[in-house]
């Protein structure tokens, strides 16, 4: 964050923690909407109420960093709520594979969105940097996963992972402003 005016280095963390906390809660609604249409039934289900709890512990650290620093959240919560729900319900009722390609294209952009956030903080943020790479590590882990479980062959994977990777790249450009 060099070559910053004094200011902008805080409005640029506050963006990552608002954006963040965001895609956190998306996450975690999007494994709810799974879990919903695909209960208890499944080897899938049970890996994805894993990654739900990981995400949930995410979601509390931002929500935690949000309260702390006084970062305004995103306005955008409400549609997150029922979108993410939405996309997961929809690929959990497509099939199990469905639902992990649908993880892997989120763990895609989140793995990207964490390591440019990375470079970006540098040194300037000891505690979110921290925090940042670990959840960063978990979300790969949540890919690889997903992978090992069939996510590939799920129908139409390039178009579906395409569609759920865009509006990845939507969501976190509109969370960092509005």
């Given at each position: 964050?060099?070559g910053?005016?004094p200011?902008?280095?805080?409005?640029?963390?506050?963006?990552m923690?608002?954006?963040?906390?965001?895609?956190?809660?998306g996450?975690?609604?999007?494994?709810?909407?799974?879990?919903?249409?695909?209960?208890?039934r499944?080897?899938?289900?049970?890996?994805i109420?894993?990654?739900?709890?990981?995400?949930e512990?995410?979601?509390?650290?931002f929500?935690?960093?949000?309260?702390?620093?006084?970062?305004?959240?995103?306005?955008?919560?409400p549609?997150?709520?029922?979108?993410?729900?939405?996309?997961?319900?929809?690929?959990?009722?497509?099939?199990?594979?469905?639902?992990?390609?649908c993880?892997?294209?989120?763990?895609?952009?989140i793995?990207?969105?964490?390591?440019?956030?990375?470079?970006?903080?540098?040194?300037?943020?000891?505690?979110?940097?921290?925090?940042?790479?670990?959840?960063?590590?978990?979300?790969?882990?949540?890919?690889e996963?997903?992978?090992?479980?069939?996510?590939?062959?799920?129908?139409?994977?390039?178009?579906?992972?395409a569609?759920?990777?865009?509006?990845?790249?939507v969501?976190?450009?509109?969370?960092?402003?509005?």
């Open positions: 964050m060099s910053w005016k200011g902008d280095a805080k409005r640029a963390t506050d963006s923690i608002r954006v963040d906390q965001a895609g956190e809660y996450a975690t609604r999007i494994y709810a909407g799974q879990l919903a249409v695909m209960g208890d499944s080897p899938a289900a049970r890996a109420a894993g990654m739900a709890n990981q995400e512990r995410h979601r509390a650290f929500d935690r960093m949000i309260a702390e620093r006084g970062v305004r959240p995103t306005l955008l919560q549609f997150w709520n029922v979108a993410g729900f939405a996309l997961g319900a929809v690929t959990a009722a497509i099939g199990p594979a469905a639902a992990m390609a993880t892997v294209a989120v763990e895609t952009e793995d990207k969105h964490y390591a440019d956030q990375l470079i970006e903080l540098g040194d300037s943020d000891p505690v979110l940097s921290a925090a940042v790479a670990d959840f960063q590590a978990e979300e790969v882990e949540h890919k996963a997903a992978l090992a479980a069939g996510a590939e062959t799920a129908i139409a994977y390039p178009l579906l992972s569609v759920i990777r865009l509006g990845c790249r969501a976190i450009a509109t969370a960092k402003r509005i």
